[in-house]
């Protein structure tokens, strides 16, 4: 079952402009993750939210969680050409904190 | 340098030929687990483990074994492969927190093409 869903799929921009994607889920969590894939290669973890926090910030990335809708953003601002990459939420949820849920991904493209 | 290691990075087998794909990392995480990734899905977690001798199923078990005999090692076991487990494999590690599975490192990915 898909816990957590990425919109949009596919994310196309320009170097320098600011990218957004958005991660829902179901059911409560502990805490929830953004990871980057470049492709064909293993994730890389980008930032860990807590249930109880409603903003964090990494560099140029800021990411938001809102309990009551569900749902996560994840902001990278000035968009470098290097940012291309997928980027996957993944949800630990309250009721199994062993078990990790990711969603499909958004594929981000940084054009030059 | 912290890492997790999978072998091999490419398989190409037939069907029913019994393979195993190795996991190793040098972080002393306590959690480690399988994930295969196909395009549309993202990642679906396979197995889990959250210490040596503890195993449990994730999202998509069937068709797969792991044991944990030794903290840094999670081997994944298909048995009787089938087409249908052609994927994209990730093994991962992490700690584990009061609030649960921590960040995780991922190794470099195992294609594995069954025919």
């Known amino acids: 079952s898909q816990q957590g869903e990425e919109d949009p799929q596919a994310l196309s921009i320009q170097e320098g402009e600011n990218a957004t994607m958005n991660c829902s889920y179901k059911?409560?969590?502990?805490?929830l993750q953004w990871y980057r894939q470049n492709s064909g290669r293993g994730l890389v973890h980008l930032i860990l939210?807590?249930?109880?926090?409603r903003e964090k910030h990494s560099g140029r990335l800021r990411v938001t969680l809102d309990t009551s809708k569900k749902s996560s953003s994840l902001l990278i601002t000035a968009s470098r050409a290097a940012d291309t990459a997928s980027y996957f939420c993944?949800?630990?949820?309250?009721?199994?904190?062993?078990?990790?849920?990711f969603g499909p991904g958004t594929s981000l493209s940084v054009i030059p | 340098e912290a890492q997790v290691t999978q072998n091999p990075r490419y398989l190409i087998t037939v069907t029913g030929k019994k393979l195993t794909v190795t996991c190793s990392q040098n972080?002393?995480?306590?959690?480690m687990s399988w994930y295969r990734q196909d395009p549309g899905l993202g990642l679906r977690q396979i197995y889990y483990?959250?210490?040596?001798?503890?195993?449990d199923k994730g999202d998509v078990p069937e068709g797969y074994k792991v044991s944990r005999k030794e903290k840094r090692n999670f081997p994944l076991i298909l048995e009787s492969p089938s087409p249908n487990q052609t994927s994209l494999y990730f093994c991962?590690?992490?700690?584990?927190?009061?609030?649960?599975?921590?960040?995780?490192?991922f190794g470099d990915g195992t294609r594995l093409s069954i025919l």
């Open positions: 991962a590690s992490s700690l584990l927190g009061t609030g649960g599975v921590r960040p995780q490192h």
């Open positions: 059911t409560s969590i502990n805490n």
């Open positions: 939210i807590r249930s109880n926090e």
């Open positions: 993944a949800t630990v949820r309250k009721t199994s904190y062993d078990k990790v849920i």
């Open positions: 972080m002393n995480h306590e959690y």
């Open positions: 483990s959250m210490n040596v001798e503890v195993t």
